[in-house]
């Protein structure tokens, strides 16, 4: 490569829980910059799920955050102008990013009033290994089985 790597940014834990990983949540919610709003809607969904299942929160989110994160994606990859879809491992950053973005997407398409009880909603869904974001890991995880035979072409 030409250039040199680009250096990892430094988050900041976030103020309540003391959490990178949490912040870095946040940081996906947010739009438009808007970091404080994002930060609201996050501790109130947690304060939701807490009132739901009378355990920790932060706990809840973290099991429901595993439970969506995937282990494995294809990959379109063009040999001999035929398009295979090969499957392959994730970085672990990837896959806590692709997980948090499921996650937060399909939280997004719900339907109740505020994007905190959509957020709660969808937490406590994938807490207990249902709701969309735990079936768009399992459809990943199935894609990803019927294009075993393809691995041989990793790059």
């Known amino acids: 490569m030409r250039k040199a790597k680009p250096k990892k940014r430094i988050i900041l834990p976030d103020p309540k829980f003391n959490d990178v990983m ?5 940081n996906n919610i947010m739009l438009k910059g808007k970091k404080s709003i994002a930060f609201e809607i996050f501790y ?24 969506v994160t995937p282990a494995l994606e294809v990959k379109s990859r063009r040999i001999g102008g035929a398009t295979f879809q090969i499957p392959t491992e994730l970085r672990p950053e990837r896959k806590q990013s692709v997980g948090m973005k ?10 109740e009033k505020t994007m905190s009880e959509k957020l709660a909603a969808e937490i406590l869904a994938a807490y207990k290994e249902e709701g969309s974001a735990f079936k768009r890991k399992e459809d990943i995880h199935k894609m990803a089985e019927a294009n075993k035979a393809f691995s041989h072409f990793r790059f």
């Open 44 to 67: 109130h969904a947690v304060e939701i799920i807490e009132d739901k299942t009378k355990e920790n929160g932060i706990e809840v989110w973290k099991q429901a955050l595993a439970n």
């Open 22 to 26: 949490v912040t870095k949540f946040v």
């Open 102 to 111: 499921n996650l937060i997407n399909f939280a997004r398409k719900r339907h």
